[in-house]
């Protein structure tokens, strides 16, 4: 059973940053695209950002391009979701995602909320 482990939300002001980390047990998180999603409240969840197994290629949503950074270290085991210059429309539940060959696996979330 996959377990990912998310850590790093909490309460900032506008224009602050935020690191968000998943983290699993095992070496099986190096051999999948990682993904991150937000859900806020009264909306469906939606793509944030996502990476490849070998940390190259990304893609993000545009509403958070320019701003958050998407990496991976497959020696830890853990993805990470820089979040800069952070806006009250990002306020959300963040969850991260593995798209592993046996399925999806999600994280059980982190709060982010952008408040001033």
């Known amino acids: 059973q996959v377990q990912l482990v998310e850590s790093g939300g909490g309460l900032v002001q506008p224009g602050d940053s935020l690191r968000l980390s998943c983290a699993t047990s095992?070496?099986?998180?190096?051999?999948?695209?990682m993904g991150w999603y937000r859900q806020a409240p009264g909306k469906g969840r939606e793509l944030v950002a996502v990476i490849g197994s070998g940390g190259i290629n990304t893609n993000y949503a545009e509403s958070v391009k320019g701003r958050f950074t998407i990496s991976r270290d497959n020696a830890k085991n853990t993805v990470y979701l820089q979040m800069n210059s952070l806006k009250p429309e990002d306020t959300a539940v963040y969850y991260c995602k593995m798209q592993a060959s046996t399925g999806d696996y999600w994280g059980q979330g982190t709060q982010v909320t952008v408040s001033s």
């Open positions: 095992g070496r099986l998180l190096s051999l999948y695209p």
